[in-house]
């Protein structure tokens, strides 16, 4: 059961790793991302942040959507953290039972703009925003649990 999608630029950090596990219950985190399975550094890194007693699965996207439509994350309570709206975008087109996404960090860009504390969107990402929310899934912006959610269209 997938409890929350969250974007976040830095991934698994103390933030995302104690506050919103411990708030949400997952006991497993996916971390989707086409570039840390290959990458040593940040793997080590996103290891360094899990809290203990949760398991952590990295994998591409394209596993990561093999993995879901599999059926073998059921069993867990999945918390799913991906780098960017783009790939929060193909995982809830690939896989329709992703309900919420959570908007909680995404640097600025050249082109892009602020629509709330720390996530900044470029056009292209305001459009895939809107199909998501079209499609009614609810997309928020939230740092962390204690903050209050901001609905995504009331900033677009």
Not at 12 to 21: D, E, P
Not at 29 to 49: F, G, Q, S
Request: proline fraction near 3%; include cysteine; hydrophobic fraction near 40%.
């Amino acid at each position: 059961m997938i409890l929350l999608t969250r974007v976040d630029h830095r991934l698994l950090h103390g933030q995302v790793a104690f506050s919103w596990t411990q708030t949400i219950g997952a006991d497993c985190i996916l971390i989707a991302n086409d570039d840390v399975p290959n990458n040593e550094i940040r793997k080590t890194t996103i290891k360094l942040a899990k809290p203990q007693g949760v398991k952590l699965v990295i994998k591409n996207i394209e596993n990561s959507i093999a993995a879901l439509t599999s059926g073998v994350t059921d069993k867990y309570k999945l918390f799913i953290v991906v780098e960017s709206i783009a790939d929060a975008y193909k995982l809830a087109e690939a896989y329709p039972e992703i309900k919420r996404i959570n908007l909680g960090g995404i640097k600025a860009k050249d082109g892009s703009r602020s629509i709330g504390k720390s996530v900044n969107v470029l056009p292209e990402e305001e459009e895939l925003l809107k199909e998501l929310v079209a499609k009614g899934i609810d997309v928020d912006i939230q740092q962390v649990p204690s903050e209050k959610k901001v609905k995504v269209t009331e900033v677009l």
